[in-house]
C-alpha cells in the first residue's frame, strides 16, 4: 500500500463498502432464519403454551437485536464513508 492519500481513502472506501454489503448480507441470512424459526415457535404455542412462548420471546430477542445491530454497524460506515466524501472535496466547497 502506498502513502498516497487518495490511495489510502480509495482503498478505506473499498474497506467501508464491504463490510456495508456483508451486513447486508448478514440480515438477509437473519431473515431467512427467523422466517424458519418464527412459524416453528408459533407451533410450539400449541405443543406446550410457556415453552412457545419462550420460543417466541427468543425469536423476537434475536429479531430486534440482530436488527438493531447491523442498522447501527451500517449507520456507522456510511458516516464514516460520508466524512471521507467530505474530506475530499476540494477546500472551497466544503460547508462549515
Do not use: Q
Amino acid at each position: 500500500m502506498t502513502d498516497d492519500p487518495a490511495s489510502r481513502a480509495s482503498a478505506e472506501r473499498a474497506r467501508l463498502e464491504g463490510y456495508i454489503a456483508n451486513s447486508r448480507r448478514v440480515r438477509r441470512r437473519l431473515a431467512v432464519g427467523l422466517g424458519v424459526a418464527t412459524p416453528v415457535a408459533i407451533g410450539t404455542i400449541f405443543v406446550d403454551r410457556t415453552l412457545g412462548f419462550f420460543a417466541m420471546l427468543l425469536v423476537a430477542s434475536v429479531a430486534v437485536c440482530g436488527f438493531w445491530i447491523t442498522w447501527g454497524h451500517i449507520s456507522d460506515w456510511r458516516g464514516r464513508l460520508a466524512e471521507l466524501d467530505r474530506k475530499a472535496r476540494p477546500p472551497s466547497t466544503r460547508r462549515r
